[in-house]
Structure formats: C-alpha cells, structure tokens
C-alpha cells in the first residue's frame, strides 16, 4: 500500500506539472497516451462528486494555526479576495470536497486547510493508511480517492473550467480539445487554480493557513 501512495503521489506531482505546462521534453506516443491518461483522470476527478467519504472527527484545537497566517471561510464567503502570508487569492469555488481558489498574485508560501464541523470545535480528518485499512481493509484500492487527502493540485483555469463545463467529456474529446502543445504551454500563475480535494464535505466553515 506504501509504495501504492509513493507512485500516487508521484503521479499528481507530475500531473500537476504537466497541467501547467512545466514538462519540455516530447514524450514518445506511448508516453503521451499515459499523459493524457492521468491528465484526463486528474480533471474528472477534480469535478465529479466522490462515491463515498471515508474520515474521522477529532477535536480542534485553535493553537494549531497560532504559528501561521490563516483565515476562516465558508460558502458565504464566494468571490471574496484574501491574502496569506504574501499569497493572494479569490475564493472561487466550494462544491461537494473541493475548495477552489483562483491565484491572484504568484504564490510566495504553502497554503494547507483544515476543515471544520458544524459547531467548529471539531476537524474533520482522513485516516491513516493502517486506520484505513484496518477499518475498511475492502476498500484498499480506494484509499486515494476516496480516503487521501487533501490533496492540492494548481491547475490551469482553461483546463479546470472545460472539465466543469463538460463533466461527461470523453479521453478522446479531451485530447482532440487539448493538443499537447497547449496540454505542455507554460501557464502564468495568475492563470491558474489552487485546488483542495479533501477527504470530507466542505459544507460548513474551513480554515485555510500559511506559514508567515
């Protein structure tokens, strides 16, 4: 399962980087095909509403974030700019376990969220890879997306936006609307998303922190 989340990890890494353009050297046709594989699952993912939710609650504890720079938002907050620790940001977007900003001014620090219960005294959190698997040993292949998190992934807006736009677009309808030579431009960040994809809702109020 370890090495499973190793090359997970690896795989949104290298998505993300090809998203934005950061990959220069021409793939062979089978390396290509590969790309738009993960580059196609990574966007359905980041728009279509998880099957099922697998976390926990634990208690929140505010000097968590004491040593960080860090502001408490919600649904009602939509279309608000912020700024952390030099970042700033729109919020554009919550919807099932995704937050979405929109990058105003080029990222200068790591940005985190930790996301809060109805009441706020309490985070919800996913499970360890042994808690998963202990407690949902059939769900295995599904710890990543179900059960990981949260995973952050910066996305081009024209990307994230046909995928919005076009939740039931096919592997080849994709590849005929991104060419590689756009799947592989150089995206500026101020045109470009900072996703959340948790391990639970976002229906209630989420604190995002950076360090100062």
Known sequence: ?????????????????????????????EELDFIYQ???GMGKLLIEKPEKYFFKEEKFIPEEVTDYNSIQLSKKDLGKEFTLAGNLYRLKYIYDNKV??????????????INLSKNGKNKF???????FLKKYPEEEENFWKYAGGPIKITIPKSSFEYFKNNPNITLEEYKAAFPYEE????????????IFHTASPVDYNFILY???
């Open 1 to 29: 399962m370890q090495k499973k989340l190793l090359l997970i990890t690896l795989i949104i890494t290298c998505c993300s980087a090809l998203l934005c353009g950061q990959d220069q050297k021409q793939p062979t046709d």
């Open 183 to 194: 799947l592989n431009a150089e995206t500026p960040e101020n045109e470009k998303y900072l």
């Open 100 to 113: 979405v900003l929109e990058i105003l001014k080029p990222q200068e620090s790591e940005v985190d969220i």
């Open 210 to 212: 950076a360090h100062l």
């Open 125 to 131: 959190v996913p499970y360890s890879v042994m808690e």
């Open 38 to 40: 993960i580059t196609y």
